[in-house]
Structures are given as structure tokens and as C-alpha cells.
């Protein structure tokens, strides 16, 4: 479950209020439209993929040197000895065509740092249309394929990684909901489309990779929540005409994005968007 809020701002001196779901007029009429992403696939690290039907295809598996584990509900692969690199590959499609848009997310965590690894020590791979790209993880650092896109000295925590791209030409890659890199790619096309998670410790041990979730979708254009006609979600102010700030929550199964934000008032000052999350 996801929630998504939206805070806005009124001149005022009086304390934040927050109202129930779905509830989003000062003065007058808030409109709200957020990208409710379907989503095609989720792993959420609960299980150690072991191939068809599990959740997660097991192209190269956790073996030789290799351990995967369940710990907290995450997908724990741990090398203590020279062991080989580990993919688990989930096919978008096979032989079929692709989803015409894609958006794709998991949540990473290692031990080793830029230093020890090059190329990475965790890697989101994905194959979709004509975009080929290998974002290469690390403890403290993201390296793009090319190595142009880099990101160092990053805390040693989990990190969620997000790739969408809208035509399977151009795409952006996010690194906990910052821009990462964006390009265009012009791989030729193939009947195969996947998303892949690899691990690869190379010769620098203790080695311990662990994956949260892979989730991966289609991006939709945005999906009114509230309306205006009929109005919802009035709230009357005649007896409290200096609030300042409401804040609007939406809560629905799937991945929520606020994109857009707007408000038409009869009277006073329109609110403004200071933050949304």
C-alpha cells in the first residue's frame, strides 16, 4: 500500500491541520492529479527465487560460494568464499511486445564500497525495447554503464533505484527520487524484455548483497482523484477563515506520484504547492 501526500500553504499564522482523506478545499476547490502506476510484477524479497513459478526467474543462481537467505522479510546473498555472480532475471515479455511504457524500481543494500569493485558489486539490469543498460550498485556509490553518471560517498544503506521510460527509447534513471541519468538508447530491438538483479563479489570478501523488492509496471498520464464536477472534498471556512495549510492524502493499492497540483478559490489568496511526498 501507498500513500501519497500533498501539503499546500495559505497566508496565515495558524498551526497545521491535517484533514482526512480525500478532503481538499480552503476557500474553494482543490483539483488533484497523481500517476497511479499499474504495476505488472513485485517481488518483495520474501522468498529466494528458485525459478518458474516462483516470483523471480533464477537465471544464474546462488551457488558456488554463493548463500541466499530470508532475513527481515529482504533477500540476503552472502559470499564468505570465492563464489560466481548471481542473476535473477524476471522476463517482461517473451516473444510478445513489451508494455508500451515502464517504469521499474528495487531496493538495494551491500557491504562493499566503489573502491572494491569495478565494474559493480550489485547491479539493476534492464532490457526494454531499444534500451540496454547496466546500472552498476555499490555500498557507497551508483556508476551508469558508461561510467559517464556517478554518484560517491553515499551513507552504507538501502537506496531505491528507479528506471521509467515512456517509449522504450528515452528513459531516466532515479536514485532515491533524484535524477540519476537520462538518455536515449538505441539498442535494436529483441524478442526478450527483462529486468535483472545481479550480485558479484568478485575477490573481496566477506561479500553481502540484499535486496527489498523488485517491482516493475506500465506509467499511466494521470488519474483525476478529485473532481470538480461535482465538487468533493469542500471544506467550510466561514468559522476558521485564517487556516494556512491542509495537506491531502490519498491512499489506493499501486505506486502513487503527485504530479500535478491545482486550486481555483472564490475568494483570498490561492494556495501554493511548498511540498509534496
Given at each position: 500500500?501507498?500513500?501519497?501526500?500533498?501539503?499546500?500553504?495559505?497566508?496565515?499564522?495558524?498551526?497545521?491541520?491535517?484533514?482526512?482523506?480525500?478532503?481538499?478545499?480552503?476557500?474553494a476547490?482543490?483539483?488533484?492529479?497523481?500517476?497511479?502506476d499499474?504495476?505488472?510484477?513485485?517481488?518483495?524479497?520474501?522468498?529466494?527465487?528458485?525459478?518458474p513459478?516462483?516470483?523471480?526467474?533464477?537465471?544464474?543462481?546462488?551457488?558456488?560460494?554463493?548463500?541466499?537467505?530470508?532475513?527481515?522479510?529482504?533477500?540476503?546473498?552472502?559470499?564468505?568464499?570465492?563464489?560466481?555472480?548471481?542473476?535473477?532475471?524476471?522476463?517482461?515479455?517473451?516473444?510478445?511486445?513489451?508494455?508500451?511504457?515502464?517504469?521499474?524500481?528495487?531496493?538495494?543494500?551491500?557491504?562493499?564500497?566503489?573502491?572494491?569493485?569495478?565494474?559493480?558489486?550489485?547491479?539493476?539490469?534492464v532490457?526494454?525495447?531499444?534500451?540496454?543498460e547496466?546500472?552498476?550498485?555499490?555500498?557507497?556509490?551508483?556508476?551508469?554503464?558508461?561510467?559517464?553518471?556517478?554518484?560517491?560517498?553515499?551513507?552504507?544503506?538501502?537506496?531505491?533505484?528507479?528506471?521509467?521510460?515512456?517509449?522504450?527509447?528515452?528513459?531516466?534513471?532515479?536514485?532515491?527520487?533524484?535524477?540519476?541519468?537520462?538518455?536515449?538508447?538505441?539498442?535494436?530491438?529483441?524478442?526478450?524484455?527483462?529486468?535483472?538483479?545481479?550480485g558479484?563479489?568478485?575477490?573481496?570478501?566477506?561479500a553481502?548483497?540484499?535486496?527489498?523488492?523488485?517491482?516493475?509496471?506500465?506509467?499511466?498520464?494521470?488519474?483525476?482523484?478529485?473532481?470538480?464536477?461535482?465538487?468533493?472534498?469542500?471544506?467550510?471556512?466561514?468559522?476558521?477563515?485564517?487556516?494556512?495549510?491542509?495537506?491531502?492524502?490519498?491512499?489506493?493499492?499501486?505506486?502513487?506520484?503527485?504530479?500535478?497540483?491545482?486550486?481555483?478559490?472564490?475568494?483570498?489568496?490561492?494556495?501554493?504547492?511548498?511540498?509534496?511526498?
Amino acid at each position: 500500500m501507498m500513500f501519497a501526500f500533498v501539503t499546500m500553504f495559505l497566508e496565515g499564522k495558524v498551526s497545521p491541520m491535517r484533514i482526512g482523506p480525500l478532503i481538499v478545499l480552503f476557500l474553494a476547490l482543490s483539483v488533484v492529479t497523481v500517476r497511479a502506476d499499474e504495476v505488472l510484477f513485485a517481488y518483495e524479497g520474501n522468498a529466494v527465487p528458485s525459478g518458474p513459478p516462483a516470483d523471480t526467474f533464477t537465471f544464474n543462481p546462488c551457488d558456488s560460494g554463493c548463500v541466499a537467505s530470508i532475513e527481515d522479510g529482504k533477500l540476503v546473498l552472502r559470499w564468505e568464499d570465492d563464489g560466481d555472480f548471481v542473476v535473477y532475471r524476471q522476463f517482461i515479455a517473451q516473444n510478445t511486445p513489451p508494455p508500451p511504457s515502464l517504469w521499474a524500481e528495487c531496493r538495494f543494500q551491500s557491504n562493499q564500497p566503489l573502491a572494491n569493485h569495478i565494474p559493480g558489486d550489485g547491479a539493476m539490469v534492464v532490457f526494454y525495447a531499444n534500451v540496454g543498460e547496466v546500472f552498476n550498485l555499490y555500498g557507497d556509490s551508483v556508476v551508469s554503464q558508461s561510467g559517464n553518471f556517478i554518484l560517491r560517498d553515499l551513507p552504507f544503506e538501502y537506496r531505491t533505484f528507479r528506471f521509467e521510460s515512456r517509449d522504450g527509447r528515452n528513459f531516466c534513471f532515479y536514485v532515491d527520487g533524484v535524477v540519476f541519468e537520462c538518455r536515449t538508447d538505441n539498442r535494436p530491438d529483441s524478442d526478450a524484455h527483462a529486468i535483472d538483479i545481479w550480485g558479484d563479489p568478485q575477490s573481496f570478501l566477506p561479500a553481502v548483497n540484499k535486496w527489498d523488492f523488485v517491482r516493475y509496471g506500465t506509467i499511466s498520464d494521470g488519474e483525476l482523484i478529485i473532481a470538480s464536477d461535482p465538487p468533493a472534498g469542500e471544506v467550510d471556512t466561514s468559522d476558521h477563515p485564517s487556516f494556512d495549510r491542509f495537506t491531502i492524502t490519498f491512499d489506493q493499492p499501486g505506486y502513487i506520484l503527485v504530479d500535478q497540483v491545482s486550486v481555483s478559490v472564490t475568494g483570498g489568496i490561492a494556495p501554493v504547492v511548498t511540498k509534496t511526498r
